[in-house]
């Protein structure tokens, strides 16, 4: 039998390109960060006060350079200067701290919104439904909370303090342009509709670009995260070639975008630059008129031009790094987006799930009490014209599939490559929604819980298992919070866990994973087993759970998974014919329809597509 992630690859090349996250529009974004900086108004309000202040005083100067000009045609005296001269130097003296306090003041609002805006991203993604991760793939996920993230740090860092305190400038400057002559003014925002007639050609062209990159890198993601989880499975087919041309593909695309993004921003740059001339000129021209009319002071004729043309740095700047901006814009719109994912994902039912009429949730909370049996009321699963096909795909994983479990009983799902068996362990699970047709526990829909519930129902154990950081108890108290240590080294038990557990140095507070004890394949494997036992779901599903170990672990993990589901509904994709013999009875499956079904006795004796497996299977033995 092929694995799982054989199985997972042929669905995401049968679909193409995954549907991916929500993104946010521009105005959600700004209302979201709107919003956070109500929630912080010291900190908004002292950030605000800096940037007008140290763009005041570097505009002061300016203004008071015509008073001198004025004061020396008028012949004033010589003390009005000095103070004249004593006001300039203190306004560039104050400048600088004040300038200085802006930019770290920017900085730390920036920051504070960035670490809020993580922390609510990964909360969102953490609980989002597993069927929406599984449809949009990890690459797009993980981009958000890594390279998103990342992005938009390295923005707030360097493009949005100096934006901010740029934009600032230009209106003080502005302002003190029509203060000097409301003429003046007019003729330096003669340079507006240049300006805005570049901002026009260029936001509407790059902001949809920006995405695009962003969307770019994240298949780009996708397609390293898919070949090197199924690595094995990979180098099994000879598929290196394939996928390394798929990786190649998407980071051309990736190279292509950003020379893209490069020539667009060259373009604006030029647009710019004509834009500046345009004020300039009008303001040399206007100010010629002014002075030669005897209709302004040429303090005020001289101070006009140097105002426009202390904007060139902050235009200059905003220009420089508008590039920078776009690309957190876009990354706080996939993240904004990501947040409103999580809410429009939630889904409308009962969080305590319920059969016939009585709730199972408590049932998670239970003591272990020795054997699984004991403790958990089984409860018959039922699968009628079942459908599914994946987003892209032309033909459905699944066609009209019709199966039922007795209550406490055990079905093996056996197939080929593709023929819909990790699919159809996957709906059972609760992740995903069919086409067509039901999964019901007793007489409950599953479509008609929210994950929560489905979760106190069903528990599914993948070959994909893992070991987190930390003590070995708060790892098995992933599935039972509230369980005692004895009943921690009773699900050890069950799983023949527990002699090499009570071997460890510190028992069950013993650090494992990184940093801590390394553990084999087997021994996760049983530790994933363990915590099923401490879930305590009357129904399980085992999605090729022993796969990963070698023939001796195999062997001791099929026993350890036979106790954990005994007394269970249990739905197995078998890996090894072994387990399916162990089973009450056998699906195969092939091209997502049920084929065969019986027993391993009934299979082997009919001859067919199971039969051929069975001689396979002994004579590779």
Not at 32 to 51: N, S
């Amino acid at each position: 039998m092929a694995g799982k992630r054989a199985e997972e690859e042929t669905q995401v090349s049968a679909t193409g390109a995954r549907a991916a996250l929500r993104t946010a529009t521009g105005r959600e974004a700004v209302r979201w960060v709107a919003a956070h900086c109500r929630t912080v108004p010291w900190l908004t309000g002292a950030t605000v006060l800096a940037t007008v202040a140290g763009a005041a005083l570097e505009v002061l100067p300016v203004l008071l350079l015509g008073r001198v000009v004025d004061g020396v045609v008028a012949g004033e005296s010589q003390s009005i200067l000095v103070t004249v001269g004593a006001l300039m130097v203190g306004a560039a003296l104050l400048g600088v701290p004040a300038a200085a306090a802006s930019t770290y003041l920017i900085g730390r609002l920036g920051t504070d919104l960035l670490a809020r805006l993580r922390e609510g991203a990964v909360r969102a993604v953490l609980a989002m439904p597993s069927a929406r991760i599984e449809q949009v793939g990890r690459g797009d996920v993980l981009s958000r909370v890594g390279d998103d993230v990342a992005v938009l740090s390295k923005g707030i860092r360097t493009a949005v303090p100096t934006i901010l305190s740029a934009g600032v400038l230009v209106a003080i400057a502005t302002a003190g342009m029509f203060g000097l002559d409301w003429r003046l003014g007019l003729a330096g925002a003669g340079a507006l509709p240049a300006y805005a007639l570049a901002l026009r050609w260029y936001l509407p062209r790059s902001a949809p670009l920006y995405r695009r990159q962003r969307v770019a890198q994240a298949d780009r993601a996708q397609a390293l995260i898919s070949g090197l989880n199924g690595i094995d499975t990979v180098r099994a087919y000879r598929l290196e070639s394939a996928f390394r041309e798929r990786v190649t593909g998407e980071s051309w695309r990736v190279r292509d975008l950003g020379i893209e993004v490069f020539r667009l921003f060259g373009r604006f740059v030029g647009r710019e630059n004509r834009a500046e001339f345009v004020g300039l000129v009008l303001i040399i021209v206007v100010g010629y008129a002014l002075l030669e009319a005897d209709a302004a002071t040429l303090g005020e004729v001289s101070a006009a031009p140097l105002l426009f043309h202390r904007l060139f740095n902050p235009l200059g700047s905003i220009m420089f790094t508008f590039d920078e901006a776009q690309k957190s814009g876009a990354s706080l719109t996939r993240l904004v987006g990501a947040l409103g994912e999580a809410a429009e994902g939630r889904l409308v039912g009962s969080t305590t799930a319920s059969v016939d009429g009585r709730p199972v949730g408590g049932a998670v909370a239970a003591p272990v009490g020795g054997a699984v049996a004991g403790g958990v009321t089984p409860y018959p699963v039922t699968i009628e014209g079942l459908t599914f096909t994946y987003p892209g795909a032309e033909e459905p994983a699944l066609r009209d599939v019709d199966l039922a479990i007795p209550a406490g009983g055990s079905l093996a799902l056996v197939g080929a490559t593709g023929a819909g068996k990790t699919t159809l362990a996957a709906l059972v699970a609760g992740i995903g929604t069919p086409d067509a047709g039901s999964v019901r526990i007793g007489s409950t829909d599953l479509a008609e819980l929210d994950e929560a519930g489905a979760r106190a129902l069903v528990s599914i154990l993948t070959q994909e298992t893992h070991v987190f950081s930390g003590p070995l108890s708060g790892d098995l108290r992933l599935a039972a919070p509230d369980a005692t240590d004895a009943e921690l080294m009773d699900a050890l038990r069950t799983v023949g866990a527990d002699r090499w557990v009570a071997a460890l140095p510190g028992g069950l507070d013993t650090t494992v994973g990184e940093g801590g004890e390394r553990l084999d394949v087997t021994k996760v494997a049983q530790i994933a087993l363990a915590r099923l036992v401490l879930g305590r779901s009357p129904v399980v599903v085992l999605d090729e759970s022993t796969a990963e170990a070698g023939s001796q672990g195999a062997a001791e993990l099929e026993r350890a998974v036979r106790a954990t589901y005994r007394g269970r509904t249990t739905l197995l994709v078998a890996h090894r014919l072994t387990q399916a013999m162990a089973a009450d009875r056998i699906a195969v499956l092939d091209a997502g329809r049920v084929v065969e079904l019986g027993t391993h006795e009934e299979l082997v004796a009919l001859g067919g597509r199971y039969a051929r497996f069975w001689r396979a299977w002994r004579e590779g033995g």
